[in-house]
């Protein structure tokens, strides 16, 4: 039975979490800032968009006095990961951790802190943060949920079935890694060329006309390694390219905006990580291992 | 004899040629902008750096009762030179017409416009505009100057003489595409590669710890694409960039100014005509294609 759960991180995706648990569950929440939690403490999280409520939580910027959680969900981005389960080192040790994070390697991260079980997640969910207390929810796309290592499937199925309660769409699966790797194929090359190019996700993604083909290529390259793998994809990375791209309304991909902002991008876990697998699987990545090295010198160019 | 020159454009290497030309011939510049060209008539052109003179000229806006030049350089990026080009269309059918532009096709583009004997030359000078009026010479480096079609090396020679007197270093070769290829490979890369990331041509674009090999690669491409076009390259690409990134202070490629400034990049006869030229010859480019369709997606992010 999970009563408390601590979410880690109060972004865009910790924010739509903790906002939505607080309905079901004592929520507690990690931030960076003295002045988010106290504004957190004082006014609750308000979600918009596709849901409207005041979620009441407790925040904190350390787990300094915090109340013993069932579930820790991490919700920061990769760059922020590592100190972020640094501080859960010897702390609740009874209480299954949750990994958000894009790419690949946010298990293996929290794991060297600590020896909870963990459940792999997967999110498209997607929403734009108006304040440090509201989070307007845009996409309302399911999380999906996985056993890490020896994590019992009913643990997963618990911590899906309380997502579900809470309001939010979620699956537990025996596997997640066929969704992850989906997300990870498409966000290796949707949010490496977003970033380079300064477009948002629109049409020149899928359009033969424009670089629809480098797109294909790009994916292409990441399904056969995902095939190395022995990974059965969950989505079609080009097919989901050509769905959200007839969206209509232009996703702006974080990568994009984290190079415009001149903040670290999360390249390694995505594209780093992508092209390490390979390497290691032996597969051939050139126009991959480009969009890292490229990515990586846009990072260095900041100053 | 040549003793009436028109240069065409005003920009870096416009302002250095005209500025210099001007001390052994009659100089007439035709540039964009009407204050220009009044403040050119006014003040001459200064040039500073390497050399210490004021070039007198008389420039205007149109070729409209201008002198019959015995030669016309076509100075403009290569984006500019189709109107520049056709400005002249029926005109000063005397003359002997240079052409100086980065990339591959600025002949035909003249061609198509005019009778002319054409001289191909390839230039790596560079300098700083100061002002309309003064230009700082930088790199000191030689024209490589080669017969178009059926031009005589006979015209060719006397305008690398021309050159020489005016005290620029010129060099007249019985075939310039082996220099204008080792540019073509150069350019195509150390542009496409410093837009992309924001960096300027610096150390990261020959160390293997950060993209020297997506630069050896891209370079490997551009080199199977001269042999197949049966070109025995002037200068090893790979070689000019590892030069030039130890001369200390790393040079601003042009394409990098040109995406910060939102302005159209000369992508199209660089990057755009090596993959075409590629395409033409059956030689498989992916990173050099995947470069230029990240470029252009760079310019049309630009709103």
């Known amino acids: ?11 865009v995706i910790g924010s739509l979490y903790a906002g939505h648990l607080a309905r079901v569950a004592d929520v507690t929440c990690l931030v960076r800032r003295e002045e988010h939690a106290r504004a957190l403490n ?18 904190a910027t350390t787990p300094d006095g915090l109340p013993e959680p069932d579930l820790v969900l991490h919700c920061t981005k990769t760059t922020a990961l590592e100190p972020a389960a640094a501080a859960l080192a010897g702390r609740f ?39 440090d207390t509201e989070v307007d929810y845009v996409l309302d796309t399911p999380t999906w949920l996985g056993p890490y290592e020896d994590t019992p499937f009913e643990t997963v ?25 989906s997300k990870l194929i498409f966000n290796a090359t949707v949010n490496g060329v977003a970033a380079l190019t300064g477009l948002p996700h629109d049409f020149h993604f899928s359009d033969q006309e424009h670089f629809g083909e480098l797109v294909h290529t790009l994916m292409d390259e990441g399904k056969r390694v995902a095939a190395a793998a022995d990974v059965d994809l969950h989505d079609d990375p080009w097919e989901m390219n050509v769905l959200a791209t007839k969206r209509g309304s232009a996703h702006y991909p974080s990568m994009l905006e984290d190079v415009e902002a001149g903040r670290p ?35 260095a160019a900041y100053s």
Chains 1, 2 share one sequence.
């Open 157 to 181: 199925d618990e911590v899906a079935h309380l997502l579900a309660d809470a309001g939010l769409k979620s699956q537990a699966l025996p596997d997640v890694r066929p969704a992850q790797w």
């Open 93 to 131: 040790p009874g209480a299954t951790v949750m990994t958000t994070q894009n790419g690949l390697g946010a298990e293996e991260i929290v794991r060297t802190h600590g020896e909870w079980p963990i459940v792999s997640a997967v999110t498209f969910m997607s929403g734009t943060k108006r304040s």
């Open 265 to 299: 991008t999360e390249i390694e876990l995505i594209n780093g990580a992508l092209v390490r697998e390979a390497e290691r699987l032996g597969v051939d990545v050139p126009l991959q291992a480009a969009l890292y090295a490229l990515v990586t010198g846009r990072e």
């Open 1 to 11: 039975m999970i009563e408390r759960v601590c979410v880690v991180g109060a972004g």
């Open 42 to 59: 004082e006014h609750g999280l308000r979600v918009s968009g596709r849901h409207h409520f005041v979620g009441r939580l407790t925040a």
